[in-house]
């Protein structure tokens, strides 16, 4: 039931003995939130925190209902008695004890207990309680969230493990593209060759302080030309890598499809982005967002087999493939449910290999097994998807900058299925996107060299 129009109780209305009470179960994220305040131990298998960090991150939550609005959390001397899991019920209660009317502070015993009665916190917390009447409307009371990113310092640990990949950067003519190359040269990604116009190419580094007397600046007119002559270095084997600078991705794309000066090697061409959602347990890779506009069947053979073999380069040897579309049943009048079902089937008949595919799955009971099991859908994919094959490049599009813009998720991109990995990413991605997306494309260069 919706909680509206939650009134806060003034100090003069608060009387020993008022007591409140709330429950909260303790998600992932949670979890990873109290172990920051309060630290964590994993004993025979099970990871846990100790109760302090929780309840005092709960408290801080409780007493914006308890006294409310213009609470302040002033002190405590909490106790923990026990230890907290992923998926515990906890019972919090605050009980009034005394009122201090000189300093309008309010002196609660703290009470928490688990779903087995344990107890797991106790002690006096001191509460500055508020002094005039105010009204807020919730729904429910408000969530605690924690911002986690791992899979890219992961990926960019792993890449400068390794020698960095010379890569040809066509046309970094901005800041951010530039300083993409130069950050990930320091970080001992890639050996940048800036590919471009090297008055423009001087005149950013100049104005944004970068020095480039270590690197080669090979000159072209413009930004056709120099997508062209990176090609050109990919052929020749000078570079191991393209990276997009400041230019539209279709001039960079044309000089890589040209028929007999290009780069295909028998494979279509696909984007995949490698995203780091914090709300995610696991890296998550969506097909395809920048390149195929209206794929066939026979392109979403080869976007889904590039897809799964950078899975495994990215060290996940038997990917969980979800086919997308809006709805999970295979229905006649839309064509992405039977491309969808021929997928599965051709995975079934060894056309490809790798990976486990399930579909048509749409995006909830991709991604959630709460969703799955609503809708009751055993699959071995449902509900814990590490690739999302989308129908179309607008669909795909949009999934991914949605997570990016409403979910806070980081995101590489790389184009797979040419004769070298392309970084591609979009002009107003920043350095930071630039970075992660190189550490994945030195991954799959390295895999190539050891091929």
């Known amino acids: 039931m919706a909680i509206e129009n939650i009134e806060n109780v003034l100090f003069d209305d608060i009387a020993p003995g008022m007591r409140y009470q709330r429950t909260h179960v303790v998600t992932g994220n949670d979890f990873a939130l109290f172990a920051m305040l309060g630290g964590r ?73 688990n779903q087995r009665g344990e107890v797991l916190m106790n002690g006096p917390i001191v509460v500055i309680a508020p002094v005039e009447k105010r009204v807020s409307v919730q729904s429910e009371p408000p969530q605690l969230t924690l911002r986690q990113h791992r899979v890219f310092a992961e990926l960019q640990n792993k890449a400068a493990q390794l020698s960095p990949i010379p890569t040809a950067v066509i046309h970094p003519c901005d800041r951010e593209s530039l300083l993409g190359a130069i950050d990930a040269a320091e970080a001992g990604l890639i050996i940048p060759i800036l590919v471009g116009p090297e008055a423009k190419i001087r005149a950013v580094a100049e104005k944004e302080g970068i020095a480039l007397a270590n690197y080669r600046i090979v000159h072209t007119e413009h930004s056709v030309a120099a997508a062209e002559k990176a ?11 393209l990276m997009k600078g400041s230019l539209h991705t279709d001039e960079m794309m044309r000089a890589v499809m040209a028929s007999g000066t290009g780069l295909r090697a028998g494979r279509r061409l696909s984007h995949v982005f490698v995203m780091d959602v914090p709300a995610y347990e696991r890296p998550l890779l969506v097909t395809d967002a920048a390149i195929n506009i209206a794929p066939t069947l026979e392109d979403k053979i080869d976007i889904t087999q590039n897809a799964i073999n950078l899975a495994h380069v990215l060290g996940n040897e038997l990917p969980k493939v979800a086919i997308l579309s809006a709805v999970e049943t295979v229905y006649s009048k839309m064509p992405s449910t039977l491309d969808a079902a021929l997928l599965c089937k051709m995975a079934d008949r060894g056309q490809i290999t790798g990976g486990l595919l399930d579909g048509p799955l749409a995006f909830d009971n991709a991604i959630s097994m709460t969703a799955a099991k609503a809708k009751k859908i055993v699959s071995p994919v449902a509900g814990q998807a590490d690739i999302l094959v989308v129908p179309d490049i607008e669909a795909g599009n949009m999934l991914a900058k949605q997570m990016s813009y409403f979910a806070g998720a980081d995101s590489a991109g790389i184009v797979l299925g040419a004769r070298v990995p392309i970084v591609l990413t979009s002009r107003a991605d920043d350095a930071k996107v630039r970075l992660a997306s190189c550490a994945v494309m030195a991954l799959v260069a390295h895999h190539k060299r050891s091929k």
Do not use: Y
């Not at 100790?50 to 002190?75: C, K, Q």
């Not at 090609?231 to 890598?241: C, D, I, P, S, Y």
């Open 41 to 113: 131990q994993d004993e025979e298998g099970r990871d846990r925190v100790p109760a302090v960090g929780a309840f005092i991150a709960l408290t801080s939550s409780t007493v914006n209902f308890f006294p409310g609005n213009g609470s302040i959390l002033s002190s405590h001397a909490l106790k923990s008695h026990g230890w907290i899991e992923e998926g515990d019920v906890l019972n919090i209660e605050l009980f009034v004890q005394e009122k201090r009317p000189a300093t309008k502070e309010v002196v609660m015993e703290g009470h928490c207990t």
């Open 231 to 241: 090609v050109e270095l990919a052929r020749t084997g000078e570079a191991e890598a």
